[in-house]
């Protein structure tokens, strides 16, 4: 049985805006075996993947106007603003694809959290993370994994969604 799903948005060429790529791979050995981790290039393809049986966690690097880099937040997905440009690197802004995700599918697991990292705009394609936005990786796995913790204890209380 899955308890809860989390799934990665970013492209590794783009710098560090793949940095929700590299959280899902640190995971894949520290997740527990019932979590299911997926990787998708922008929110878009995950709206598919938002229709789940239990909680959803999405990693991702989040824009933040005068914010520092290397930051890492934790956001409920109704609380992403809408507007494409405060908080995405994608042309398709994460708040969009879950409100498209509820529209398609009737209803979306609920809770759906947004653990992010802060970035600088990408300036040009680029392998690999900024030293700063690598540094928040561990962190922003420990607040993946608590809340994953915080999911296991919820189902194996009152059962699946």
């Known amino acids: 049985m899955t308890i809860a799903r989390v799934i990665g948005l970013g492209a590794r060429a783009a710098g560090d805006d793949g940095v929700g790529l590299v959280i899902v791979d640190a995971l894949r050995t520290l997740a527990p075996p019932d979590v299911e981790l997926l990787q998708v290039p922008e929110p878009s393809a995950a709206i598919p993947l938002l229709a789940a049986s239990g909680p959803v966690v999405i990693v991702d690097a989040v824009l933040v106007a005068g914010g520092e880099p290397g930051q890492v937040i934790e956001l409920e997905a109704d609380s992403l603003p809408h507007d494409v440009h ?3 690197t994608h042309g398709l802004g994460l708040a969009r694809a879950v409100a498209i995700a509820r ?7 609920p809770p759906i959290r947004v653990v992010g990292v802060t970035i600088d705009l ?3 394609p680029a392998l690999g993370l900024s ?3 690598q540094a928040a990786v561990p962190r922003a796995v420990a607040s993946v994994l608590r809340t994953l913790a915080h999911a296991r204890r919820t189902v194996l209380r009152h059962g699946p969604a």
């Open 131 to 133: 030293a700063t936005v």
């Open 122 to 124: 990408p300036a040009a």
């Open 86 to 88: 405060a908080v995405s």
């Open 103 to 109: 529209l398609l599918a009737g209803s979306i697991a």
